[in-house]
């Protein structure tokens, strides 16, 4: 078939890879405009849209896919519209434009956690297994019956960039084979059913740790906000990012919020039990072990808001 992808973060790369590799073609990849990056700002090109050029695959460059957009993938004259994490919406005329219409892969099980950080919400919410689904793009969000599904399991060390990277590999390898089974007409999706739950962009306050929650639901929210936006607290005022944070299970409770070093280690209160600071990174600083950056506290204890 002749197929065209859309995608922009390094987690869209593996499918576009694989599917460049198949027996079909890709008349052209559509991803974001080059986006200012780093302290310079430097504008630099999506990871699709490097992965594309090295495979010279022809690139559309679109924020959102308008009617310059529209006519320029509609021209394509493409099968099937393929999408992974592009970061728009595909609305009429372009959503019916492919013979075959467009799917998506999700990282999701859907109908749990629709919406753009699916991952993200899955280990902040305690979840014991996550997967990708592979839909039919339809008007309503994330809302298309399923080709095909996988679950994976969630390590109880997992953070969203590990189990990202691990998906975008196992889910590449799902969405070709619906695609081999779409061209072949060899397969049907089949509505989802189940409770529908969201999962919206993180924001900057998602990733604020309050230490007055139990300390399995921090250590959590840390592994899901991990890498981006990170999460942090604040001391006398300054931020601190929080990269690595492990619980404890042989010390007596401290309180909430409560900095402290015993034995050697960084442990922090919640509302249960203490976290240990594993790796964490000053204002301004690189990243560096918590015991080491407590030495320049210089303080018994301090106090994490």
Request: net charge neutral.
């Amino acid at each position: 078939m002749k197929l065209v992808f859309a995608g922009t973060p390094q987690v869209a790369v593996p499918s576009l890879t694989l599917l460049a590799s198949s027996d079909h073609e890709i008349a052209a990849v559509v991803t974001r405009a080059d986006a200012a990056l780093g302290r310079k700002r430097v504008l630099t090109p999506s990871p699709v849209a490097t992965a594309a050029a090295e495979l010279g695959l022809p690139v559309i460059k679109a924020n959102r896919l308008d009617a310059a957009a529209t006519a320029a993938i509609t021209a394509l004259g493409a099968d099937l519209g393929v999408i992974v994490a592009y970061g728009g919406l595909v609305r009429e005329p372009l959503l019916s434009a492919p013979r075959l219409g467009w799917i998506n892969l999700h990282f999701s099980l859907l109908p749990r956690w629709r919406g753009a950080a699916p991952v993200q919400r899955a280990i902040m919410a305690g979840d014991t297994e996550t997967g990708a689904a592979v839909f039919q793009l339809v008007a309503e969000l994330d809302a298309g019956a399923v080709f095909a599904a996988q679950r994976t399991p969630i390590g109880r060390h997992a953070t969203a960039g590990t189990l990202l990277e691990s998906l975008s590999q196992s889910g590449a390898e799902l969405l070709r084979a619906v695609v081999d089974d779409l061209g072949a007409g060899t397969i049907q999706a089949v509505d989802q059913a189940g409770e529908v739950t969201l999962a919206p962009k993180l924001t900057l306050d998602d990733a604020r740790v309050d230490w007055t929650l139990a300390a399995e639901r921090i250590h959590a929210i840390i592994r899901g906000v991990t890498p981006e936006p990170g999460a942090f607290t604040e001391i006398g005022g300054a931020r601190l990012k929080l990269h690595d944070v492990a619980p404890v299970h042989d010390q007596g409770r401290l309180a909430a919020g409560v900095v402290t070093a015993i034995d050697k280690r960084v442990l922090i209160g919640t509302g249960t039990a203490p976290l240990e600071l594993i790796t964490v990174q000053p204002a301004g600083k690189t990243p560096m072990k918590a015991i080491d950056w407590w030495r320049g506290v210089a303080a018994t204890e301090v106090i994490a808001s």
